[in-house]
């Protein structure tokens, strides 16, 4: 199934482009790169080759879609086990 706006939750997050539009941590605002995992709370994003790991229920998000896409997802949406996530959201 392609990845869209409306189904995005639903998909695996790995290999998404990302950046960090809004965070109650100033020191991750505007973080940019690809999220190379994904725990129930966390986030891991590498950023220029450095590893970030990115508490979910803090932040809003700026995904970059396969298409091109930008989406916007808050955090909080994403707390939980990935694999519990999408089978919840199908």
């Known amino acids: 199934m392609k990845i869209t706006q409306q ?3 639903a998909h695996e997050l790995i290999g998404l482009s990302a950046e960090i539009v809004d965070s109650k941590d100033p020191l991750l605002k505007n973080l940019r790169g690809k999220i190379v995992y994904e ?3 966390v986030l891991v ?3 220029n080759q450095n590893i970030k790991k990115v ?3 803090i932040v809003i998000l700026s995904l970059k879609l396969p298409d091109g896409n930008d989406c916007m997802i808050n955090g ?4 939980g086990k ?3 996530r999408i089978q919840r959201l199908r």
């Open 82 to 84: 990935p694999e519990d």
């Open 39 to 41: 725990t129930k709370n």
């Open 45 to 47: 994003i590498n950023a």
């Open 76 to 79: 909080s949406d994403l707390v």
């Open 55 to 57: 508490p979910k229920n």
């Open 7 to 9: 189904n995005v939750l």
